[in-house]
């Protein structure tokens, strides 16, 4: 039995989570989320928590078995927390400030990177340096923020680029210099 799998979804109050023959949906204080699943599992909803069980105990079905019920609890944390994910620019004169839907970041190249913000994801940045990406679809802030921090990744002698606010930057020791 999947030890992630077996663990029922709570389902906190204000939130109504709907399931179909293939679709399951969930309704919150902050959004609305549907996703698709395989009829190879099934999903059931009983007070205020929802349980995933399999039909067989295939390979798949047991991949999928975790997977969904992992599915629907982001799907409820989404709904009534979201996600946040925050970066940290790090360089002389390197900067970020969002323009409408759209973030512009000053890098240290020629010309500035200018990336469009999702539909659904609510980015703010301050004069520190320092990028939020709120949204209700975890996949979707961390591909985002996946995608910013590859603009410029953290090189290890002097610290500069974008990192994740909790990453840990392994320095390394530049030349010395004498012999």
């Known amino acids: 039995m999947s030890r992630i799998g077996k663990l029922p979804v709570a389902i906190p109050a204000g939130v109504k989570v709907t399931v179909t023959s293939d679709t399951m949906t969930v309704e919150g204080p902050k ?3 549907t996703q698709t699943y395989a009829p190879s599992v099934d999903i059931k909803v009983e007070g205020s928590t929802a349980i995933v069980t399999r039909k067989d ?6 991949s999928f078995h975790g ?3 992992n599915l629907l609890n982001n799907m409820v944390l989404g709904v009534t927390s979201g996600f946040t994910k925050s970066l940290v620019i790090n360089g002389v004169g390197y900067r970020a400030e969002v323009q409408g839907n759209l973030l512009v970041l000053n890098l240290g ?4 990177f200018i990336a469009g ?5 609510t980015v703010t940045a301050d004069a520190g340096g320092k990028i939020t990406i709120t949204g209700v679809r975890k996949d ?8 910013i921090r590859k603009l410029r990744g953290p090189e290890p002698y002097k610290g500069k680029g974008i990192r994740y606010e909790t990453e840990v930057i392994k320095r390394k ?5 004498v012999k």
Do not use: C, H, N, W
């Open 31 to 33: 959004g609305k989320l």
């Open 57 to 62: 105990d295939s390979k798949q079905t047991r």
């Open 67 to 69: 997977l969904y019920r």
């Open 109 to 112: 190249y020629s010309t500035d």
């Open 117 to 121: 913000i999702p539909e659904g994801l």
């Open 140 to 147: 979707q802030v961390g591909e985002f923020a996946a995608e």
């Open 173 to 177: 020791v530049g030349k010395s210099g």
